[in-house]
């Protein structure tokens, strides 16, 4: 039965074993800093590499699992958040207790942000464009996806292969395909605009241009965020 705890430290710990247990039991190969102080907190040995992973605990509220996926600490008193980034993590995992499911999340999702939201259903408007399913982020479904697209090996004579992991086994790890765009425009009126706001803001999110008209006139340009390193005009 899950209990709920408050304790961040309790909670990163249940996280951790629950994560670790549920790649173990999906055929991973789960390896495990033995210095302290890394970024990551698990590792995934894939055979052809190793994923550094760095494990969360997420909330669910609603039809929406929150991950949070930056750090904090507390430098001479003064409170510091962070985002993870390419160099220091691979993947990152996260544990809902309340749902007893583990998600995995590849850096493309999580390096420059705060929290990613995962849906359990599709929102009341019908939305598809920029929705993350947690179903689809799901470890088993993200070990399993490799074997949905190229198909789990056929039988050969009289030795059928299982579909299952076996102990020591390696599957491979492929996450779904990004948000497509291809039904949105890179030149629009306002109207259309006001309609589509949130895919539009993730359309630029991506590194798209947007450009916004009225009467037929450009009046703005939505574009990307710009790097923290570059000034501000």
Not at 54 to 64: M, P, S, T
Request: aromatic content about 8%; charged content about 25%; some cysteine.
């Amino acid at each position: 039965m899950f209990v709920e705890t408050h304790n961040p430290n309790h909670k990163g710990n249940v996280a951790e074993l629950a994560i670790a247990t549920e790649a173990a039991r999906l055929g991973l190969s789960v390896l495990k800093p033995m210095t302290e102080h890394e970024v990551y907190d698990l590792a995934f040995d894939l055979g052809s590499r190793i994923l550094r992973v760095q494990c969360k605990w997420a909330n669910h509220d609603g039809d929406v699992v929150n991950v949070r996926v930056c750090r904090s600490r507390t430098s001479r008193r003064v409170y510091i958040r962070s985002s993870y980034s390419a160099d220091e993590i691979d993947a990152l995992a996260a544990y809902c207790g309340s749902l007893d499911r583990c998600y995995l999340l590849p850096i493309s999702m999580v390096a420059g942000r705060r929290v990613v939201h995962l849906r359990t259903s599709a929102p009341r408007n019908n939305q598809r464009a920029a929705i993350n399913f947690a179903r689809d982020y799901e470890l088993g479904a993200v070990a399993q996806l490799e074997e949905r697209r190229y198909g789990i090996p056929k039988v050969t004579g009289s030795s059928p292969v299982s579909s299952t992991p076996q102990l020591g086994s390696a599957p491979g790890l492929v996450f779904p395909d990004p948000v497509r765009f291809a039904d949105l425009k890179r030149r629009i009126g306002m109207d259309e605009f006001y309609a589509k706001l949130a895919q539009y803001v993730r359309l630029a999110e991506s590194g798209e241009q947007i450009e916004i008209t009225r009467w037929g006139k450009p009046v703005a340009t939505l574009v990307p965020p710009l790097p923290d390193s570059a000034p501000v005009l």
